[in-house]
């Protein structure tokens, strides 16, 4: 039986609150890079536990806030030709494109559907022979792999594409480290990302950056031991990445998930929203998978896409700024109308600013 | 959309699992991307319908007595 509930224990977690007073030397910025860490950050109310000298900023990894406005658009143009059902997962509905979302397409009569697993629309595609069923694949390498098994699986088929826009986490994050107005001390790397890459993609970040990195979970306990890590790294000043999460983490990662993202996937420049075009960030098919490309098998020339104007989920984003530096925050921005894609996801920052102000933000 | 859900496995059919999570949901999985076999009573994390890995009990355990130690010198020094 595997014991989770010591990594939720209140008591364990002041025990480390205050250990991590007790060591820190001065003020520290720390990046949490995963919207998923951002979300339970606020939820467990870790911020009420830490020193002030400890800033937290949200980082990139939240995958419905940087996927491009132009795909956005491209998903919207493949949902509109009338033989076409385009299935995605349930965060990527609200999100706006130039024009309109998913979920405006879907009120308009579009057939668009959630799924809980890209599986889901195999059968979806045995069941309407007569249409094409499109599933338009976001995410980092959590979800990757799970594309790539359904791709190899979908074979066959011949009434089924992906979309993909897959994004890789590691870029990322030689673009904002090597990025002269990011400051940061210490990064919190993402749980379920690193299980399947394991440790090695990070390690340019202390041998090349000096920046101090530890691989985190996501209960409170977890997430405070990641912290007093931190904290202990930088005040030997011996940077390098570690794993806290160790019973998800192996240093190896999932070996077979990576070969699964490397058969059916190659690594191409890509566009982040509000951040720009990162270099080999984004997964798209090899050639020999062509025949399920929908961007190869459909037209999406669309008009050039628009970026909400004043918006400042880019900067968001990359920790320059956090959400309440954004004049649109609370105010044109709210979960009900938003703006940037930062505040449609429950994982974006300024979503969860939004949702969990006045409770323990500092 | 990076959460992923520690849960049981109860039953197996070659590479789909049923499992159940905290509160006893119950949902079949695909095991295509375990690197390992795994056994029903096995701990995984599930992803989009994919089991991405097996939960180490060994790991666990460290990391239990990590803390463990953490809590100790804490007891020691304050």
């Keep these: 039986m595997v014991n989770t509930e010591l990594f939720k224990d209140p008591a ?89 979302s998913l979920n405006e397409e879907k009120a ?21 022979t007569d249409k094409k069923v499109v599933f338009f694949a976001t995410g980092f390498e959590t979800t990757s792999p799970s594309v790539a098994a359904t791709t190899i699986e979908s074979l066959g088929l011949k009434n089924f594409y992906i979309f993909s826009v897959h994004k890789l986490v590691p870029p990322a994050l030689t673009a904002l480290l090597s990025a002269s107005d990011v400051r940061v001390d210490g990064l919190i790397l993402p749980g379920h990302v690193s299980t399947i ?10 041998s090349r950056y000096q920046m101090p990195a530890v691989i985190s979970g996501f209960e409170p306990v977890d997430i405070l031991q990641a912290i007093y890590m931190l904290v202990l790294q930088i005040n030997r000043k011996r940077p390098k990445v570690e794993i806290q999460y160790s019973r998800v983490v192996y240093p190896d990662g999932n070996p077979k998930a990576i070969r699964l993202i490397d058969m059916v996937f190659k690594p191409v420049d890509t566009n982040w929203r509000g951040i720009g075009v990162i270099p080999e960030s984004g997964l798209k098919f090899k050639d020999e998978f062509s025949s399920i490309d929908a961007e190869k ?27 309440t530096d954004c004049p649109l925050f609370a105010k044109a921005c709210t979960p009900e109308h938003p703006i940037g894609a930062c505040m449609v996801s429950t994982e974006g920052s300024c979503a969860a600013y939004y949702k969990y102000s006045g409770t323990d933000i500092g | 959309m990076c959460l992923a859900i520690p849960s049981r496995i109860v039953n197996i059919n070659n ?61 020691a020094e304050l």
């Design chain 1, 108 to 128: 308009k009569g579009r057939d668009i559907r959630v799924v809980y697993s890209p599986m889901d629309c195999l059968k979806i595609a045995r069941e309407n």
């Design chain 2, 15 to 75: 590479t789909v699992a049923t499992v159940e999570a905290y509160g006893g949901v119950r949902k079949d999985i695909s095991l295509l991307l375990l690197p390992e076999e795994v056994s029903m009573g096995d701990y995984v994390i599930v992803h989009a319908g994919f089991a991405i890995q097996k939960i180490d009990e060994d790991a666990a355990k460290e990391s239990h007595r990590l803390l463990e130690l953490i809590l100790k010198e804490e007891e």
């Design chain 1, 197 to 206: 890459l394991g440790i090695r993609p990070y390690e340019f970040i202390a």
């Design chain 1, 297 to 323: 098998n459909f037209d999406i020339d669309i008009p050039l896409s628009k970026e909400p104007k004043g918006c400042s989920c880019g900067d968001v984003l990359r920790g320059v700024k956090i959400p």
């Design chain 1, 12 to 100: 364990i977690a002041n025990k480390l609150s205050r250990q991590i007073r007790h060591y820190i030397r001065g003020p520290l910025r720390l990046m949490e890079v995963c919207g998923t860490h951002t979300v339970a950050i606020f939820r467990s109310g870790i911020r009420s536990l830490l020193p002030e000298e400890i800033t937290l900023l949200s980082g990139p990894g939240c995958p419905v806030c940087v996927t491009a406005v132009e795909d956005i658009d491209r998903a919207i143009a493949i949902a509109g030709h009338p033989d076409v059902i385009l299935a995605t997962f349930g965060d990527m509905m609200r999100v706006p494109g130039s024009t309109s």
